[in-house]
């Protein structure tokens, strides 16, 4: 089963603003990084939220990331270290800035890690089986 990350909205979007742009805007700029390192599976679960844990407060989340994720992709998202520059870049120049724009803070700040199936919601497929499943604009591609 895939790990789950709840993540905090910008409180200048509405929840229907941010899903659009989580998941049209953010989700395609993100796809190439997630390929680059080899995730197999990326899943954004959208409200209505709901939890198996009773004494989990999903209150002030939005969104819920579920994927294989790389421990590659985890220490690039961190600290950088063993990373293409290319990949550097792109992640500060493009993913971070919209990260900005539509969350709370960066994800990596406020995200709260949660096991397996914690969470569920309105499932949108992002990446099955290492193939991308959203429509992603050619300009985006081209970074890689």
């Known amino acids: 089963m895939a790990a789950q990350s709840l993540l905090k909205r910008s409180p200048n979007m509405t929840l229907e603003e941010f899903k659009e742009q989580w998941l049209r805007g953010h989700a395609p700029k993100a796809v190439p990084l997630f390929l680059h390192f080899g995730v197999e599976y990326y899943v954004q679960i959208h409200a209505p939220l709901t939890t ?8 002030p989340y939005s969104v819920a990331g ?3 994720a790389p421990s590659a992709l985890v220490t690039a998202m961190t600290t950088g ?5 290319w990949v550097l870049d792109y992640y500060r120049e493009v993913v971070l800035v919209d990260e900005r724009r539509c969350l709370l803070t960066d994800s990596m700040k406020h995200m709260l890690p949660v096991p397996p199936g914690t969470v569920n919601g309105v499932k949108e497929v992002i990446i099955r089986e290492g193939i991308c499943e959203i429509e992603v604009p050619e300009a985006v591609w081209e970074v890689r």
């Open 81 to 85: 270290a063993g990373t293409p520059q």
């Open 66 to 68: 579920e994927a294989t």
């Open 52 to 59: 198996t844990t009773p004494d989990l407060d999903l209150t």
